[in-house]
Every structure is written in C-alpha cells, then in structure tokens.
C-alpha cells in the first residue's frame, strides 16, 4: 500500500511539472507570436538592411525583444568570411549596430 502511494505521488509530480512546462513554452510562444505582430518592418526587409550594411550574405536572422524595443539580430557573412552581426530596428528598419563577430570566425559548424 506504501509502494503504490509513493508511485502515485511519483506520477502526479511529473504530470505537475509536465504541465508545468508545456505552459511555460505556451506563454513564451504567444510571446514570440505578439512581438512579432508589433514589428514594423520584415524579418526579409531587416535582412535586405543587414546585407547591404554588412556587404555580405545573411546566414541567421531572429527577432530579438530588450528592454521593450523590438529589433532584428542578423548575423551576415562577407565574402571574405567575416561574420558581422548586424542589429537592426524592427519598428523602422535602420541599421543600430553592427560588429564583427570573433566567435564565429572561421567556424563551419551549424549552431543549431
């Protein structure tokens, strides 16, 4: 009788936290759904600002939120293989910063 307590209370913390966690990803989800409808321009557009900033191909492009401000993390790599990672405005498109990225540099491996 003991056993089979344990193995219930077992199965309903892991259903807890099972729950739990599938909320979460929801909630980060509808996150991800909202700042996506208030950016202004295209993740296409923010690429196109990147690429013509960075002279180069973008090989990974996000829509990143900080602090409330929306803005585009593009990653473009030129043709003599420098990688830039190029922040652009979602709300007008305008290229905030852009520098060279150290970490990526000569490295052929796919991050994800």
């Not at 585009?72 to 922040?87: G, I, P, Q, R, S």
Request: proline share 0%.
């Amino acid at each position: 009788m003991n056993r089979n307590t344990k193995i219930s209370a077992l199965l309903l913390a892991a259903g807890l936290a099972t729950a739990g966690s599938l909320a979460f990803a929801k909630a980060n989800e509808n996150d991800a759904v909202t700042d996506l409808a208030k950016a202004k321009i295209s993740l296409s557009q923010a690429i196109t600002a990147a690429e013509a900033h960075a002279t180069g191909k973008a090989a990974k492009a996000e829509l990143e939120s900080e602090r409330g401000a929306l803005h585009y993390e593009v990653e473009v790599v030129t043709a003599d293989a420098k990688v830039f990672d190029v922040k652009v405005d979602a709300a007008d498109g305008k290229v905030l910063s852009s520098q060279l990225d150290k970490t990526d540099q000569g490295n052929d491996k796919d991050d994800s």
